[in-house]
């Protein structure tokens, strides 16, 4: 089989939207968030503005992208094609 470089797929596929390219993206605890919100609005009279702000540093993590399964792209719909008919023939 021939080997395609990266220039000759290229057109077959997009950024990945959900992280935008990285692989990964930044996803917080909601629960734990909205109780340590409370917790600084009632302790630190903080705004809720801020207050919401620490919550989600402090509950921040970081996951690997499920749509592109940490690539930082996706196949197109021509891209799709091509992965079909390739698989019908493997």
Not at 24 to 37: G, L, P, R, V, W
Not at 62 to 85: I, P
Request: glycine share 6%.
């Amino acid at each position: 089989m021939v080997g395609l470089n990266k220039h000759t797929v290229s057109h077959l596929y997009h950024v990945c939207p959900l992280c935008q390219g990285t692989g990964a993206y930044k996803e917080y605890d909601d629960s734990k968030a909205n109780m340590i919100m409370d917790h600084y609005s009632r302790v630190n009279h903080a705004s809720e503005k801020t207050a919401w702000k620490l919550a989600v540093e402090e509950t921040s993590y970081e996951t690997k992208c499920s749509r592109c399964h940490g690539s930082g792209h996706v196949l197109n719909d021509e891209g799709e094609e091509v992965y079909k008919a390739l698989k019908q023939f493997a």
